[in-house]
């Protein structure tokens, strides 16, 4: 079965510094994964998606995340965190393959705290 | 309207009263999901509709109920719950077949608080 580990459920960083939240999946074919963003009392919006293209998956609003087969990655990253950015981050890996429907699997979600 | 639309964004109610939740997509979709968020808890997946057709309860307790009238429609009736029951309810919609692309897009959610 699929699934996704985020390894920090808390991140602060100071506006204008780089932000890294960290993300290994388990899969046992080449997956799809995705982080999506959740604002508070918002729903979930989709950052970027790795479907098996470019191993460098560029988003909204700054943000890309690597993917790794090697160690089994797939990290987000922008260069420098803004006040907006402030938000709950999920990693998401796809558990249907080739299906009708999607079935993700979300991981815990890292919280992302951005200090003025 | 644009999106995935829910409403109420909020309901209180008690372990006896009957409510429903309505989710409306305006994308073209084909597939609807509901998703339950519970506070430190992964996001859990409730229910898929494919076409009106549902294909997967994921051994959701029958106090929950699902009903799709239609593509564009899901609707969540809830009867006799508990508080533990109290989350954010999300709706979900994507393509299916050769448009679909992977992602779910969702809707801004259903705060229920059971007292």
């Known amino acids: 079965a699929q699934s996704v580990t985020q390894l920090d459920s808390h991140v602060s960083v100071s506006e204008g510094t780089p932000v890294l939240l960290r993300c290994n999946y388990s899969s046992s074919y080449s997956p799809s994964l995705f982080w999506y963003v959740q604002h508070p009392n918002k729903g979930l919006q989709l950052l970027l998606k790795y479907t098996s293209a470019a191993t460098l998956v560029k988003g909204i609003n700054g943000f890309e995340a690597e993917f790794k087969k090697s160690e089994t990655s797939f990290h987000l990253t922008k260069p420098s965190a803004h006040m907006s950015d402030a938000a709950e981050y999920f990693c998401v890996v796809s558990d249907r393959y080739g299906g009708a429907t999607n079935k993700l699997i979300f991981g815990t979600g890292t919280l992302l705290a951005v200090q003025p | 309207e644009t999106g995935v639309t829910q409403t109420p964004r909020h309901l209180v109610m008690g372990m006896t009263n009957k409510k429903s939740l309505k989710c409306e997509q305006h994308?073209?979709?084909?597939?609807m999901y509901w998703y339950k968020q519970s506070a430190k808890k992964p996001l859990e997946l409730m229910f898929v509709y494919n076409f009106k057709e549902q294909t997967e309860n994921n051994s959701v307790p029958s106090r929950f109920s699902p009903e799709c009238p239609n593509s564009s429609h899901l609707f969540l009736h809830l009867h006799t719950l508990q508080p533990e029951d109290s989350a954010l309810y999300l709706c979900?919609?994507?393509?299916?077949?050769?448009?679909?692309?992977?992602?779910?897009?969702f809707g801004e959610g259903s705060r229920l608080t059971v007292l």
């Open positions: 979900a919609s994507s393509h299916t077949g050769t448009a679909n692309t992977g992602e779910l897009f």
């Open positions: 994308l073209g979709h084909n597939a």
